[in-house]
């Protein structure tokens, strides 16, 4: 069974920083081979929205919102993906969640838990 772990997050002032970590654990070849992780956040009463992504090749997009002040990235070899996040907002407060899925098959998914973010003074 896959297991996608995140860990992070807590809480901070505005203008705080946090990182953020995923890893997926037991991921099929097909899956490992070819597929995108991202983030995505969701506050109270909101839906779930993107955050960042990143492909095992390396492309890489960012909602316009975190542009400039949060940074993905990623260690294939051990299915792991981070989130540095940098001058955070209250607007940033949310539920992130990782997600891991295919870039070959429509539907080949995986999300975890998520973790807390909370940025307020």
């Known amino acids: 069974q896959v297991q996608v772990v995140e860990s992070g997050g807590g809480s901070v002032p505005p203008g705080g920083s946090l990182g953020l970590s995923c890893s997926v654990w037991r991921t099929p070849a097909s899956l490992f081979r070819s597929n995108v992780m991202g983030w995505y956040s969701q506050a109270p009463g909101k839906q779930r929205e993107l955050v960042a992504k990143?492909?095992?090749?390396?492309?890489?997009t960012y909602s316009d919102s975190v542009k400039g002040r949060f940074t993905i990235s990623r260690e294939h070899t051990k299915n792991t993906m981070y989130l540095q996040m940098t001058n955070l907002k209250p607007e940033d407060s949310g539920i992130y969640y990782c997600?891991?899925?295919?870039?070959?098959?429509?539907?080949?998914?995986?999300w975890g838990q998520g973790t807390q973010v909370a940025v307020s003074s």
């Open positions: 990143i492909t095992t090749g390396g492309r890489i």
């Open positions: 997600r891991i899925s295919s870039l070959i098959r429509d539907g080949y998914e995986y």
